[in-house]
């Protein structure tokens, strides 16, 4: 098998692996929240999810840029025949002594880069906590809660944790890894599923009867628990993980010097062409970070806490399908493309763009699928899934009312995200640069547009989902753009003639199925009961029988082509 096909094989075996690992994290995740609506208000879900931002995005600053970055690393069986020579010498050396473009040597410089994350982190999250000492919902919400310290130095010990585990991470992403990695953050989300649930079920024995501020704060006080739970259930099995293997390599969690070869005193202790390109991206990453969870801290400013609570509980349930399949193909699709890539010969150019072409195909017809069923019938099921009790709780809100908008948002999400990991796959130094400026622009018409729908036009979380849409769709242009620009320069341009007439059809379908659906539930665009819900899904299904039918071609050659391999295998 060619290193490229072999390659592709690895990605998609562990993207089938994130994807089963997204699957089951996501379904405990579900079962607890479905758990966790009927006891708490949105109050406390708008506290709980203003912690987990705070989280998110010092972990994403620290850690993303080494993620992307650390994928561009060498391996030292892809150098060629002086550097294998070189390996030699250096592995008959001594042991403690770590040589660059060995195995063990490349191993150990990617470990001593993951403390960079640690090394930015701490000072992130610093920053970040003084930044947000002043902000309403911490001074007007949190400060008054019983447990207020506690629950805020769990979630900061939380991130000190995720970031010790960061180089023990980047080399098992480096290594495809995936099985280990599901395997462990299944374990650490059932362990959060299980902590969360005692405390709260805990809570609501002993403080019956108590006022909402020692009510609200044990239950936020629970997701705090739930968060460290999972981040100390992380760190523990990857070191355990890694004292069981680590025997054969000798590898060190300290930071190691890393020398150019066997026979020099020269040596770096973090990669520099790697801390080179992370620089670049980091810059790119600030920009990156506000405009994909811009949404979720300008609402810190803009919403009550009890709008809050419901964004929280729209994104939880309304970009579940996000998470568990769309996730997984742009982690796995970046990590292949950057190792395919590297190399730009003819044939793995080829093999990308089938590829890229393959997804745009299964993303259309999927968000197709979601436009028509999901807008129709989310709120619907949103309300089965509550139940009537919790569904009760949350009348006063805006939440069955916008959910249906947040769904047809959802497609603008997964596009940007395969595209976005195209660019993060090839782009040079003067691309990211160059995106760094789009970013910059970006961001003022995310503010602009953000400010028009939610303050001039009040349209509150419908504008700031509008206003999403807008940055999403102009980042789909970029990316798009790009796109076609790198495959002109290496002579394989995308054919836009054929790519308008196989997107032309689909959407024309989906467009008669809109409205055929409009006609048949009786002029109304929202399901009412459940005689409603079935008449749609039998219209879903027949647009799902005629995508398969339309692609019956591209379905049978990959059939054949899997198992020809099974049979090779």
């Given amino acids: 098998m060619s290193s490229s096909a072999d390659l592709l094989s690895k990605s998609t075996r562990g993207a089938s692996l994130l994807v089963a690992g997204q699957l089951v994290t996501k379904l405990f995740t579900f079962l607890l929240n479905q758990v966790l609506i009927r006891y708490i208000s949105p109050k406390v879900f708008g506290v709980s999810s203003y912690l987990e931002v705070l989280l998110s995005t010092a972990l994403f600053f620290s850690r ?15 150098l060629d025949e002086d550097d294998k020579i070189e390996e030699k010498k250096g592995n008959s050396g001594t042991s403690s002594k770590y040589v660059d473009h060995t195995i063990e040597g490349t191993h150990q410089s990617i470990l001593n880069f993951g403390y960079v994350a640690i090394i930015v982190g701490v000072p992130i999250s610093l920053i970040l906590s003084y930044w947000q000492s002043n902000s309403q919902i911490l001074t007007e919400q949190i400060t008054f809660l019983a447990y207020n310290k506690q629950s805020l130095v769990l979630v900061w010990l939380s991130l000190v944790l995720e970031l010790l585990v960061e180089p023990l991470y980047v080399l098992n992403q480096f290594q495809l890894d995936f099985g280990k990695r599901t ?44 968060q460290f739970c999972y981040s100390c259930t992380i760190f523990i099995l990857y070191q355990l993980d890694f004292r069981k293997l680590n025997k054969g390599e000798k590898l060190s969690l300290k930071i190691q010097k ?36 811009g949404d979720r801290l300008l609402i810190n400013y803009v919403c009550t806490v009890e709008e809050q609570g419901v964004y929280s509980v729209i994104t939880n349930y309304g970009s579940l399908i996000a998470r568990l399949l769309f996730q997984p193909i742009e982690e796995s699709l970046r990590l292949y493309l950057t190792k395919l890539l590297s190399n730009p010969k003819s ?5 990308s ?73 090839v782009a040079t130094k003067e691309n990211i640069a160059n995106h760094s400026v789009f970013m910059s622009i970006s961001t003022v018409i995310f503010l602009s547009a953000s400010y028009f ?8 979380l419908s504008g700031l989902i509008l206003a999403n849409t807008v940055n999403m769709t102009i980042r789909i242009i970029y990316c798009a753009y790009f796109i076609q620009q790198y495959y002109k320069k290496l002579d394989q341009q995308f054919d836009i003639k054929s790519v308008t007439k196989s997107i032309l059809l689909p959407l024309g379908v989906g467009v008669v199925t809109e409205h055929l659906q409009y006609y048949i539930l009786h002029q109304k665009l ?44």
């Fill in 258 to 293: 890393i020398f150019k070869s066997a026979n020099s005193d020269s040596f770096y202790y973090f990669n520099p062409k790697i801390f080179l390109i992370w620089k670049n991206i980091f810059i790119q990453m600030v920009f990156k970070q506000f405009l994909t969870e």
């Fill in 453 to 460: 729908f939610i303050e001039y036009l009040k349209l509150g």
């Fill in 347 to 351: 044939e793995n150019v080829a093999i």
């Fill in 183 to 226: 395997k462990f953050e299944s374990s650490a989300t059932l362990a959060r599923c299980i902590s969360t649930f005692a405390v709260v079920l805990l809570g609501e024995r002993f403080v019956k009867g108590k006022d909402t501020a020692m009510r609200d704060g044990v239950a936020v006080l629970a997701f705090s628990i739930g």
């Fill in 353 to 425: 763009k089938q590829i890229m072409s393959y997804l745009s195909k299964f993303y259309l017809y999927l968000s197709i699928l979601i436009s028509i069923g999901g807008y129709t019938n989310g709120s619907f099921l949103l309300k089965m899934l509550l139940g009537k009790g919790a569904s009760y709780n949350w009348l006063h809100t805006d939440l069955f009312a916008v959910f249906p908008q947040y769904i047809l948002y959802i497609p603008f999400l997964a596009f940007n995200g395969i595209l976005e990991s195209f660019f993060n796959s």
């Fill in 526 to 569: 929202m399901t009412l009961a459940l005689s409603d819900f079935f008449k749609s899904l039998a219209l879903c299904l027949t647009f799902l029988m005629f995508a398969l039918f339309l692609e019956r071609h591209l379905i049978l050659s990959a059939i054949s082509s899997f198992l020809k391999k099974n049979k090779t295998d």
């Fill in 64 to 78: 993303e840029g080494v993620r992307l970055s650390i994928q561009r690393t060498e391996k030292a069986e892809e």
